[in-house]
């Protein structure tokens, strides 16, 4: 039976990653279908993740200093804001641009959270983080699939709606979460300029990380419209966000286990080969069957690095700048969402979708080979 903590932090994962799968999975779809362009839905998210990459590091650095005790009320606050945002835009008359601003805004705010999220598990020993984390992608393949259906046959709204309950379920099932840390975490963090000095090769890996975020964002984001050049619909898009999320679960379920066989630093190697593999096949797919098949990559890609990441800060960065390490993976993915969102929109409006795909190809290529060659057991001061 699993521990309590991992039980209920479950919870949190799951309705977590189903706010997720709603503003950043739809995002193009709500966004196109309340009149932007893929160029103005590319600048709104980009800009608001640029915002969030800034301000993980410096939230998880205040927290570091002050103590865990912050963790829950922060986490409550944020995602209260964003489930306010998606509330109301169903129900006001308001001009593309204006709903634009307030959507990426949500989406900023989700994003923020994240790496308090990674670090919360943490702070109760017995918390299984690969059970929870596959947990998240389970709800995150449900909802998905569940948006797609309904956005074909109601309506685009149904995005945010989805959004507001799950920020909802985070909120409860977040205040249930008992966390054991006191209220100080007993050392002195590094301070934000001298954390890149002390961990150097760690922030080699990152740049390759970003790399392969940045191809995961082109295929993730412009998904719908990779789909639609494919023949497909948004059931379709539905359909393979879906088979990309179950794909995850045996990873993560099991991850505890591939531990016992191989520190996270080979995990993490592992996943910049298939983030490559992934594009490639979607790249050279003609109609949706091979998109369809190109998500099995999703097992040993975009799955194993969210689980393996955060054991990975783990084995690598002392305690006393835990918060920091795992924000610095999560502001790679935010500033992968800002160039993917920028370039993005403008690689399909001035060229094509599948010029998109290419460029997601070499990304993930050049981010593989830079986390393979570049990443040690150990991170050396």
Not at 12 to 24: E, G, S, V
Not at 68 to 95: D, H, N, Q, R, Y
Not at 96 to 109: D, E, H, N, R
Not at 335 to 342: E, K, Q
Request: include cysteine; proline fraction near 3%; glycine fraction near 10%.
């Amino acid at each position: 039976m699993p521990h309590r903590s991992t039980l209920i932090y479950s919870c949190i994962q799951a309705f977590f990653w189903m706010a997720w799968a709603a503003l950043l999975g739809f995002s193009s779809t709500y966004l196109l279908s309340s009149g932007l362009t893929s160029f103005d839905t590319g600048l709104l998210m980009g800009f608001c993740s640029l915002l969030s990459a800034v301000f993980q590091p410096v939230l998880a650095g205040f927290i570091d200093r002050k103590g865990f005790f912050l963790l829950k009320p922060v986490i409550i606050l944020l995602s209260a804001l964003s489930a306010v945002l998606c509330g109301i835009l169903p129900f006001l008359a308001l001009s593309p641009l204006v709903t634009g601003i307030l959507f990426s805004t949500a989406a900023g705010l989700l994003q923020l959270s994240s790496p308090l999220l990674n670090t919360l598990a943490s702070t109760v020993e017995g918390t299984d983080f690969g059970i929870a984390r596959g947990i998240g992608s389970l709800g995150y393949a449900i909802i998905f699939y569940i948006i797609g259906w309904l956005c074909d046959i109601w309506s685009h709204q149904t995005v945010v709606l989805a959004a507001a309950i799950s920020f909802t379920g985070v909120i409860l099932t977040t205040a249930a979460f008992r966390s054991s840390h006191s209220a100080e975490t007993g050392n002195q963090p590094s301070s934000q300029g001298s954390f890149p000095a002390r961990y150097r090769s760690f922030m080699i890996t990152l740049a390759g990380v970003l790399l392969l975020y940045i191809s995961h964002v082109y295929l993730g984001n412009y998904g719908y419209q990779i789909v639609l050049s494919k023949s497909g619909n948004s059931v379709n898009f539905g359909t393979g966000g879906t088979l990309a999320a179950i794909a995850e679960l045996p990873v993560m379920f099991l991850f505890g286990s591939l531990l016992k066989k191989k520190p996270a630093s080979f995990w993490v190697r592992i996943t910049g080969f298939s983030f490559f593999l992934k594009a490639a096949v979607i790249f050279l797919s003609v109609r949706i069957t091979g998109y369809y098949a190109a998500m099995a990559f999703q097992l040993t890609g975009w799955g194993m690095i969210q689980v393996a990441s955060v054991y990975y800060v783990n084995e690598v960065i002392p305690a006393e700048d835990a918060a920091k390490g795992q924000s610095m993976f999560t502001s790679a993915l935010a500033l992968a969402t800002v160039f993917g969102s920028f370039t993005g929109g403008w690689l399909i409006d001035t060229f094509s979708v599948r010029v998109l795909v290419m460029t997601a190809v070499c990304f993930a290529a050049a981010g593989a080979l830079i986390v393979f060659f570049s990443m040690k057991g150990r991170t050396s001061a």
